[in-house]
């Protein structure tokens, strides 16, 4: 069997590269001090092609170092968590690790002097340095356990990270968590759900928490598959599928797999039709006896654009797909996701579903200054037939219009992050970055786009492959 997460534009790489003659046409903006830094899946070890979810790659971070209107170096650096060093011969890395998994694969940020690779579902975080190389466990210093979300949130004022962070092992609860910006949770809230959901993000607007409680759910009978003995696996099953979404489990299973590699990589959620669809808005300093629940049309949703108040109202733009892991379990394939606006009616309890957009777009972003508030402009790179496509697409809220930019057949999109041209530089005054994969030569670029035009401003060009992953973020020095 093939596995189209282990080929192509999702094909791994595998070495590690430090390069410093950069191949750059354009001029590179001289305001651009930072890092521009994305996390994806890139396996390594053996794999069985029929057993591996495009989530559960071992981590790579990619980073390209720009200032002074030149692109420094580019790094990529597996990110070492137990079993990932082990497959390259390494010590296991520094810090506690409760599951010996991979290394966090699915975002990077930076906060409070760090950099740090993220992950969910009760992974480990990584902290890396600025060369992207594994300094070991990140608990945000002792003050936060259990795992945490690839999803994070940085209010525009206080420049602290929101998060809703969910884990088999919480019962029937996910955890919100505020870290203050020396690093730290100052704050944290058990909220209680329907059962055991992946929440792979959440909203957050200058008054409220919106939690996606939605029917993608752990999988008892897969985990059982994947971590017991065939003699073992229906006592099993039935205890585990009592005990999830019920109560918390001290000892985890996959806590208890055997150290050596394993070439079982599937991912334990499913569809569940039987789960409620809903979300749910609590106060930012409220508890979870302050979250009222609304009701939703069964669907799922990996990433919502932004969220703000208006009113007796909250507006949440996501990416709605019509239904997720249902009939494919090696990774997100279950027809076109869609733009749409959900209008969250507080005085009536209901929601109002509407479509913005019915093309197939994913990753989602607007300006950071923007999170929270009401936003004019959302970029999203357009998706067909379950991956990237060659299309930009720019929506304006305000005068209705999107704009939309081709980069040519053969071409595969990531997502693409906004970094204004200065502090105060209108919502989309700057740049648009973001890596582009070209089938025809298997090379990858990051290109440097003017977000009002979407025209190039700079490409830089690698002289290997990216492979298809998830987020990234711009790190200013």
């Known amino acids: 069997m093939t596995n189209r997460y282990l080929e192509g534009a999702f094909a791994p790489i595998h070495d590690e590269h430090t390069l410093t003659d950069l191949e ?28 591996y979810h495009w989530f559960i790659g071992d981590g790579m971070v990619h980073g390209i170092r720009i200032r002074d209107g030149r692109a420094e170096w580019y790094r990529n650096r597996w990110v070492r968590g137990p079993q990932t060093a082990r497959a390259l011969g390494e010590r296991p890395p520094n810090g506690h690790f409760p599951i010996s998994g991979i290394g966090a694969n699915t975002n990077v940020i930076g906060h409070a002097g760090k950099t740090i690779a993220l992950i969910e579902s009760g992974v480990t975080n990584v902290e890396l340095t600025d060369e992207l190389d594994t300094v070991g466990a990140c608990d945000f210093d002792g003050t936060l356990t259990g795992g945490y ?101 001290p000892d985890p299973i996959s806590a208890r797999q055997p150290r050596g590699e394993t070439t079982d990589r599937r991912f334990p959620y499913s569809w569940n039709p039987r789960y409620p669809a809903r979300v749910g808005v609590m106060p930012r300093e409220g508890g979870n006896a302050d979250v009222r629940w609304f009701d939703v049309e069964p669907c799922y949703v990996f990433h919502p654009m ?46 109002r579903e509407s479509r913005i957009d019915d093309r197939g777009q994913e990753f989602p972003r607007v300006d950071e200054r923007r999170v929270g508030r009401r936003h004019r402009y959302g970029y999203a790179p357009s998706i ?45 005054d700057g740049v648009l970055m973001g890596y582009v994969y070209d089938r025809r030569t298997d090379r990858s670029e990051l290109a440097l786009l003017d977000a009002q035009t979407l025209e190039d401003v700079a490409t830089i060009r690698l002289p290997h492959r990216v492979p298809a992953g998830f987020h990234g973020n711009w790190v200013p020095s």
């Open 149 to 249: 979300t690839a999803h994070p949130k940085r209010d525009p004022d206080t420049g602290e990270l929101h998060a809703v962070s969910y884990s088999m092992y919480r019962g029937n609860t996910v955890q919100y968590s505020v870290i203050d910006t020396g690093g730290r949770a100052r704050r944290t809230v058990d909220v209680e759900v329907a059962g055991s959901p992946m929440m792979h993000d959440f909203s957050l607007t200058e008054n409220y928490v919106v939690f996606y409680d939605l029917p993608v759910t752990f999988d008892a009978g897969m985990a059982v598959e994947m971590t017991v003995p065939r003699g073992l696996r229906f006592v099993s099953r039935l205890v585990l599928s009592a005990l999830i979404g019920r109560v918390r489990i």
């Open 24 to 51: 750059v046409t354009g001029t590179i903006p001289e305001h651009l001090d930072g890092r521009y830094l994305r996390n994806g899946p890139n396996p390594i070890g053996e794999l069985d092609p029929e057993l």
């Open 306 to 351: 932004n969220a703000y108040d208006d009113g007796d109202t909250i507006v949440l733009d996501v990416v709605r797909h019509p239904k997720m892991f249902d009939t494919n379990q090696l990774g997100p394939d279950e027809g076109p996701p869609t733009l749409d606006r959900w209008t969250v009616d507080l005085a009536d309890g209901k929601v």
């Open 384 to 428: 067909r037939g379950g991956e990237a496509a060659d299309v930009l697409l720019k929506h304006d809220f305000i005068g209705g219009a999107t704009q939309s930019r081709s980069f040519g057949d053969g071409k595969v999109l990531g997502e693409f992050v906004f970094e204004p041209s200065s502090r105060d530089a209108a919502e989309d």
